[in-house]
């Protein structure tokens, strides 16, 4: 991975918050896995470790306390009886600790928390021991624990009910890329690419660092993709099965779940998904579906107008629509598919939808570009059925911003390798889909026909039809 910290200036700055903190600090560090947690948290803090474990998946309780006895000894240099349980683990770490100065900061980061938590080890007790018993009364303890399991971390950790409850003192939740982090992070890597290449890029991987530091900067963009996923025994082409398990539980369920919602562009309401499925909608779905939108695969909407009577579920995830729509049911195990099928109406089909989800990773830059960041503005989606007897013709929006300023913003989302030409029939169109939603939805505020395009507008009469517009530079 790179070398320097990218972006994360916020998480930056609470962490150093934490080392200048005159009080004990227990912070909790989550977020997709491969997005960068340990890195960070290593290259900000590593030359300050007093101690340091890392959990390991699927890991026996007894090989985890045989490395937790190799790093004491590394870090202590005192040899100690190998502990049967985690409480005489967590003895021997402060018995350990007690005896540094007490003008030292003394940081202690426990990664991969969540892998700890093995049957029947009461891994969680002895850390709530730890802490509760000892290390929160220590004003020089800077306890920091990171975990990729993002349901365990706030289910287990940040919402349990025993003595951990509103224990952690900082919660810190890393996000995948941005497209402007993307760019700076390939940039900083020697990759040197046009803007609408490291947009591509990011519809196929997403913001996460660990894949992007995959790309090797002496080839292009197609040759890359096909290296990555269809080659034989291409990285990526096997992280799709990795990244459930390690994630969640009972991964077989999740993974039903995306793969019914990836055939399902605009998404589908819990009921839909349900009986897709073959499940019940009840608590377990309904656990399923939130620990998936904690884990940013999945996004909740509304339609305009309503608030929880009918949500939709749709998947946005990128490396997972990618690996689904490509790689999952590949066939033929074509090494150049990627390359092969650039021009192809396959390819550009992907290419719109994927562009959609990019935009909707990136509302904030929408915002920005509109001018209405302070603007308190709530975004959804809008379907209407045809409904003759009303003389209402069926329509679609992707995206539509609904602004506190009385003012909607309904918008068109275009992905082209040169200018967007709004032809009169396209205006038309356009028109005649916003009055739709004028009727349909009888709001009475002002609605602004807003163009979100990859390349711009080719200028000509039409281009003055439309209120905004925001181009892919602006999302960067």
């Known amino acids: 991975m790179s070398q320097r910290i990218i972006g994360r200036r916020k998480e930056t700055e609470i962490l150093m918050n934490c080392m200048d903190s005159s009080k004990p600090e227990f912070v909790a560090v989550y977020g997709r896995r491969r997005v960068g947690k340990t890195f960070l948290v290593k290259k900000l803090l590593g030359s300050k470790f007093c101690f340091y474990m890392t959990g390991v998946y699927e890991c026996p309780r007894s090989e985890l306390l045989a490395y937790f006895q190799e790093q004491l000894l590394e870090y202590s240099g005192e040899k100690r009886p190998r502990p049967k349980t985690w409480f005489e683990a967590f003895s021997q770490l402060r018995d350990y600790l007690s005896k540094q100065p007490s003008d030292r900061t003394l940081v202690v980061f426990i990664d991969e928390l969540p892998w700890f938590d093995t049957p029947k080890s009461n891994f969680l007790r002895a850390l709530d021991l730890f802490w509760n018993g000892w290390a ?62 490291i947009a591509e890029c990011y519809m196929i991987m997403g913001g996460t660092p660990y894949y992007l530091d995959m790309i090797d900067k002496s080839m292009g963009l197609p040759a890359n993709i096909d290296k990555l996923f269809f080659e034989e025994g291409a990285e990526l082409s096997k992280e799709y099965d990795i990244l459930f398990r390690s994630l969640f539980k009972d991964a077989t369920i999740y993974r039903r779940i995306v793969e019914q919602l990836a055939r399902k562009s605009v998404g589908m309401t819990r009921e839909q998904l349900g009986a897709a ?81 990019l935009c909707l990773h990136h509302i904030a830059a929408i915002k920005q570009r509109l001018g209405i960041a302070g603007v308190a503005t709530s975004v959804s989606s809008w379907i209407q059925k045809a409904d003759k007897e009303q003389g209402i013709e069926g329509a679609q929006i992707d995206l539509v911003l609904n602004r506190r300023d009385q003012i909607v913003n309904l918008c068109e989302i275009k992905y082209t ?60």
């Open 417 to 476: 390798l040169t200018p967007f030409e709004l032809t009169p029939s396209y205006v038309a169109k356009l028109i005649e889909r916003k009055e739709t939603f004028r009727r349909a939805t009888s709001t009475t505020k002002a609605l602004h026909l807003t163009l979100i395009t990859s390349n711009g507008l080719k200028r000509n009469a039409q281009a003055d039809m439309i209120q905004s517009q925001v181009t892919l530079d602006d999302l960067f």
């Open 277 to 357: 499925i073959k499940m019940s909608d009840g608590g377990k779905l309904s656990e399923a579906l939130d620990n998936l939108i904690s884990c940013d695969f999945l996004r909740k909407y509304n339609a305009f107008g309503s608030l929880n009577k009918g949500a939709i579920y749709q998947l946005t995830d990128l490396y997972t629509l990618f690996y689904l729509n490509w790689v999952k049911d590949n066939a033929e195990h074509n090494a150049t598919q990627w390359s092969d099928t650039i021009d192809s109406p396959r390819h550009r089909a992907w290419s719109g939808y994927a562009f959609e989800q």
């Open 136 to 197: 929160s009364e220590r004003d020089n303890i800077k306890l920091i624990v990171c975990g990729s399991a993002t349901t365990w971390m706030t289910g287990k950790l940040l919402g349990d009910k025993g003595g951990l409850h509103n224990r952690v003192t900082r919660k810190l939740y890393l996000a995948p890329f941005t497209l402007g982090e993307t760019a700076d992070f390939l940039h900083n890597n020697g990759v040197e690419w046009t803007r609408h290449q």
